[in-house]
């Protein structure tokens, strides 16, 4: 008799929209940006380091739209210090989402140099990319979604990439320092305020996903009202994002993590596991729901070049993943985010087979095949997924799941990995 549970795979039933016309869309949200833009003008676009779902083809229709309107348009890397911290780092991390010259056909300027453009009235420094401040205006384009590391009315999005994106290595390690003192929002707001006050930014394209991160909007924000725009968008952003529909689960397995998933390489947002520490107590103590016990991590994407940061967050993971983790690309990134735990490495066992095993030993049960336990691809990927047999009976009156299999045993293969 096998010694894991029987899993079944499952559908949550969210709603599924039409796709958007992405060309069309473009050039009207681009039109609340054109009045600001001048012929001629160089145009830097900044663009960040997160998986978003069709952001080549976002990426180019907004450099077609600025040429259409005579300016000069370059794109420049607005992702703090991912990708090591390093010029070619983090054009490697744009080649990775097809974001070239060669595709895009404008410049991509990957420096990294950085200038003080002023001070937060807390008196905290605020750093910008020389590159970007050289040009005429700047246009960021980044995803709209609830924080990792901190809730409110903000979240991360284009205040955050004009704060940590525009500001590189130095930035992003200014505003962490300061939000030791004055918390994240505080920190991105006021640092926010003064590039947008003091660097020629015209404003923003967002983008919010649904929860089959694919793109559910494209919104034009000009600089003025961008703030305020933003709380509007984090609200509708909160509505579409996906999440696990349990109260609790024994055992998390999760495929893949990494920086093109999540700035903390798995969402908090859905673990309930956030980058400053976590209990492994297996009281749950009105902790709230999802409460996972054990989390298994298999692998890191290729996408995210050896950046292992939130691998910290889980309990076990694989040999191969450790060999795979770039431990300075994923250390630069946790002490300048001031969350070194991000990056300890768990428990590594050779096998997936061990790995569940044993960490199913350690919860207690004393019949692990009744274990609830999930296995996801990542935590954006939340539309299908495999649940035990026993969460499946917890949950299999609720409207917002559909069985899409019948219970079969966990499948191995001869390395005895996961199929």
């Known amino acids: 008799m096998s010694p894991f549970p029987r899993f079944l795979r499952v559908r949550q039933n969210f709603p599924h929209p039409p796709p958007l016309d992405l060309a069309a869309t473009m050039a009207a949200e681009f039109a609340r940006l054109r009045p600001h833009v001048k012929p001629g003008a160089r145009i830097a676009v900044g663009v960040g380091s997160r998986g978003i779902a069709n952001l080549r083809v976002i990426v180019g229709q907004l450099i077609a739209q600025l040429r259409a309107a005579g300016a000069q348009p370059f794109i420049i890397p607005a992702m703090g210090s991912h990708g090591g911290a390093t010029p070619e780092g983090q054009r490697e991390l744009l080649a990775s989402y097809e974001i070239t010259e060669e595709t895009m056909g404008v410049p991509v300027r990957a ?4 200038r003080e453009i002023g001070r937060t009235p807390e008196g905290a420094p605020v750093l910008c990319s020389v590159e970007a401040l050289a040009a005429d205006g700047i246009v960021l384009v980044n995803r709209i979604k609830p924080h990792t590391d901190f809730s409110g009315p903000i979240g991360s999005g284009l205040l955050k990439m004009a704060v940590i994106g525009l500001g590189k ?5 200014a505003m962490h320092r300061a939000a030791t003192r004055l918390g994240h929002e505080r920190a991105i707001r006021g640092m926010a305020r003064v590039i947008l006050d003091r660097a020629p930014v015209i404003g923003g394209i967002a983008i919010l996903e649904n929860q089959f991160h694919e793109t559910a909007r494209i919104g034009g924000v000009p600089r003025d009202g961008l ?7 984090l609200v509708e952003a909160r509505a579409l994002m996906p999440l696990l529909p349990f109260e609790e689960i024994d055992l998390l397995i999760i495929d893949w993590i990494g920086k093109n998933i999540s700035g903390a390489g798995m969402d908090p947002n859905v673990t309930n596991r956030w980058v400053q520490g976590y209990s492994s107590g297996l009281m749950r103590e009105g902790r709230p729901a999802p409460f996972v016990r054990r989390i298994f991590v298999r692998g890191v994407t290729r996408e995210s070049h050896g950046n292992a ?14 060999r795979a983790m770039d431990t300075r690309v994923t250390s630069i990134n946790a002490l300048t985010a001031m969350s070194p735990q991000a990056a300890k490495i768990p428990i590594a066992f050779d096998t997936d087979r061990e790995a569940i095993e044993r960490t199913l030993g350690s919860l207690a049960i004393d019949d692990v095949r009744t274990a609830r336990v999930v296995r996801i691809a990542d935590t954006l990927s939340l539309a299908e997924f495999e649940i035990s047999e026993a969460l499946w009976a917890e949950a299999r009156g609720s409207s917002g799941l559909t069985a899409m299999s019948e219970p079969r045993e966990m499948l191995f293969g001869r390395d005895q990995n996961l199929a």
Not at 111 to 114: L, P, R
Not at 227 to 233: D, F, G, I, P, Y
């Open 111 to 114: 420096a990294m140099e950085v």
């Open 169 to 173: 290595h130095a930035g992003a390690a």
């Open 227 to 233: 703030e305020a725009a933003e709380e509007k968008l």
């Open 309 to 322: 940061v939130g691998i910290g967050l889980a309990d076990v993971t694989t040999t191969r993943l450790v």
